[in-house]
């Protein structure tokens, strides 16, 4: 039988020293690969040297797997991200703080600190966990084998695929668990597993996952237009000369990686606003044909041999109740 339980242990402190110390290093030497690039192609486009920085990152970060599987050596991708954030804050105190106005200083300061509190926040969240201590395990357990096997024979024998009395709020399949590999755990509403915050993505931290969202992209694009200001007021980027300040080329190499950050970013938060407003997580959409509920059996025509299987989305309700529906949840 499935037993539900979380097997995620925390690690040794000296692994997780260990793996911080890398992370750190990491960043270190991703930033200083960025800052070449304005350093070398200073009288290049703002866009060259956008897609140079990203080809320098992604050299870096096959460099880094390289080396992970010569040495042995792990990183922590929540440090990574935290460390990344502090030292952009670093180079705005040091560099840029002097060349933005007051509210500026203060909305961006804001932001930042906020972001750090989210990050914290999520990273320590229960996304759902379905426990073997809570009292419904078992009789999770035995939904969920059931549910299954009798989606399996819709699937095999209707045309809809679909048996509407499973998905009450109360069954397995209505409260979508879902099992992480990486946690080794059953999440409630489970959408994916976030390596960056070293965490699932489920009902319970949800919103907060789409507000951090919103406050990375809030908080690199301020801090894109306080490295426009401040190299607006030194002319960096008028300069022909491949010779430029140490200020100057952190100033621009942490504004081309902001850059970075809000370009996937963006599509990313797009993404998930269009699963809030279709009632769809990202693992459903992308592993649907695992899950029976998600397929619709196209009865296979004379002279077919055998039958098409669609997407179909039994959870979609429109986008005005989905939204409510996903806001609703989020309060409880």
């Not at 969202?213 to 801090?223: D, R, V």
Request: hydrophobic share 50%; proline share 3%; glycine share 6%.
């Amino acid at each position: 039988m499935v037993e539900l339980h979380y097997q995620r242990k925390p690690l040794a402190r000296w692994k997780l020293i260990g793996r911080c110390t890398v992370s750190g290093i990491s960043v270190l030497l991703s930033q200083f690969a960025v800052s070449l690039v304005p350093r070398f192609f200073s009288a290049s486009p703002l866009l060259i040297q956008v897609a140079l920085s990203a080809l320098v990152l992604l050299v870096v970060v096959g460099f880094g797997r390289w080396c992970r599987r010569l040495v042995g050596f792990y990183a922590s991708a929540p440090a990574f991200v935290f460390f990344n954030v502090l030292f952009v804050w670093a180079v705005y105190f040091v560099v840029l703080r002097r060349a933005v106005s007051c509210v500026m200083d203060i909305v961006f300061s804001g932001e930042v600190t906020m972001l750090i509190i989210g990050l914290c926040s999520i990273i320590a969240s229960n996304p759902g966990l379905v426990t073997c201590g809570s009292s419904c395990a078992n009789e999770l357990v035995e939904s969920l084998v059931a549910e299954v096997e009798a989606h399996n024979e819709v699937v095999e024998t209707s045309a809809s695929g679909l048996c509407h009395e499973s998905l009450t709020k109360g069954s397995v399949l209505g409260r979508r668990i879902k099992y992480c590999r990486s946690c080794k755990a059953y999440i409630e509403g489970f959408d994916h597993h976030c390596p960056a915050f070293g965490n699932c993505i489920g009902q319970n931290n949800h919103a907060l996952f789409m507000v951090l969202l919103a406050g990375f992209l809030a908080t690199e694009a301020s801090y894109v237009v306080c490295s426009s200001q401040f190299a607006a007021k030194a002319q960096i980027i008028d300069r022909t000369t491949l010779e430029t300040s140490l200020s100057g080329n952190l100033a621009i190499s942490t504004m081309l990686f902001a850059i970075l950050q809000l370009v996937w970013q963006v599509v990313f938060m797009a993404w998930h606003i269009y699963c809030i407003c279709f009632n769809i997580r990202t693992d459903e959409w992308v592993n649907w044909k695992k899950y029976p509920e998600f397929q619709h059996v196209i009865e296979s025509q004379p002279g077919q041999s055998f039958s098409k299987v669609r997407f179909k989305n039994p959870y979609d309700k429109g986008i005005l109740e989905n939204v409510k529906e996903f806001l609703a949840l989020e309060e409880k």
